[in-house]
């Protein structure tokens, strides 16, 4: 699992811009952060909320592994015969976050790097579109996915956690990707399929769509 920290300071100078609508009074003793990012995902019962998160790169864990868990029983959509597994298959970290005492944020979220662009394509067929162009990469990472995101949500395909986490990720990736990260997006949201971000050939990324990614407490659908 890649495991993402959220400052809540540097939260809240990219915050200075934006609204953000309270959900419910059971959230009242959230941080700053927690609030804003369960406001995006409430799309169902608020008005639609912009959020801005932050958060600093850690270490990712490579291992060379394929194949899904046999001890998960969730129902699943192939695709080309495989889903995108976690690396490694033994990490039993479910897709969460976790809120410190000191007011940082923790968010582990699954780790696929040990898929190339050639096997992203094996398995998903030729993208739509190849997007090279930093600016729109990050404008995509803190705009469309967390849009594919929160539709997971509302689908009951993910926990409020597990979204708020993903979320992170891209906040995560798209202040990399300002800084040095050279980034390669494969488009496949128009064929109704995660789109897959690439850096020096290996997946950084997936959109948390459900039939097309497995993960350590993954929803069951029927």
Same mark, same amino acid.
């Given at each position: 699992?890649?495991?993402?920290?959220?400052?809540?300071?540097?939260?809240?100078?990219?915050?200075?811009?934006?609204?953000?609508?309270?959900?419910? +009074?059971? /959230?009242?003793?959230? @941080?700053? *952060?927690?609030?804003? &990012?369960? =406001?995006?995902?409430?799309?169902? #019962?608020? $008005?639609?909320?912009?959020?801005?998160? +932050?958060? /600093?790169?850690?270490? @990712?864990? *490579?291992?060379?592994? &394929?194949? =899904?868990?046999?001890?998960?029983? #969730?129902? $699943?959509?192939?695709?080309?015969?495989?889903?995108?597994?976690?690396?490694?298959?033994?990490?039993?970290?479910?897709?969460?976050?976790?809120?410190?005492?000191?007011?940082?944020?923790?968010?582990?979220?699954?780790?696929?790097?040990?898929?190339?662009?050639?096997?992203?394509?094996?398995?998903?067929?030729?993208?739509?579109?190849?997007?090279?162009?930093?600016?729109?990469?990050?404008?995509?990472?803190?705009?469309?996915?967390?849009?594919?995101?929160?539709?997971?949500?509302?689908?009951?395909?993910?926990?409020?956690?597990?979204?708020?986490?993903?979320?992170?990720?891209?906040?995560?990736?798209?202040?990399?990707?300002?800084?040095?990260?050279?980034?390669?997006?494969?488009?496949?949201?128009?064929?109704?399929?995660?789109?897959?971000?690439?850096?020096?050939?290996?997946?950084?990324?997936?959109?948390?769509?459900?039939?097309?990614?497995?993960?350590?407490?993954?929803?069951?659908?029927?």
């Amino acid at each position: 699992m890649k495991k993402t920290i959220v400052f809540c300071g540097v939260f809240l100078v990219l915050m200075s811009g934006c609204t953000a609508k309270e959900e419910a +009074s059971s /959230k009242t003793n959230k @941080t700053t *952060k927690e609030t804003s &990012t369960s =406001s995006v995902l409430a799309e169902s #019962t608020t $008005k639609e909320t912009e959020t801005s998160t +932050s958060t /600093k790169k850690s270490e @990712t864990k *490579k291992a060379a592994t &394929t194949e =899904s868990s046999p001890k998960k029983e #969730t129902k $699943k959509t192939e695709v080309n015969g495989h889903l995108f597994t976690p690396n490694p298959e033994d990490d039993d970290e479910e897709v969460s976050y976790q809120s410190s005492g000191d007011g940082n944020i923790s968010a582990f979220v699954p780790d696929y790097s040990q898929y190339n662009k050639e096997q992203v394509i094996s398995m998903l067929g030729e993208p739509s579109q190849i997007i090279t162009d930093s600016a729109t990469i990050r404008d995509r990472l803190e705009d469309s996915e967390w849009q594919l995101i929160k539709a997971q949500y509302d689908l009951g395909k993910l926990s409020e956690e597990q979204a708020k986490a993903f979320m992170f990720a891209t906040k995560d990736l798209s202040l990399a990707a300002s800084m040095s990260m050279k980034l390669e997006l494969l488009v496949y949201e128009d064929q109704g399929k995660p789109n897959v971000y690439l850096s020096e050939d290996s997946v950084k990324f997936i959109t948390p769509m459900t039939d097309y990614i497995d993960f350590n407490g993954k929803i069951e659908t029927i």
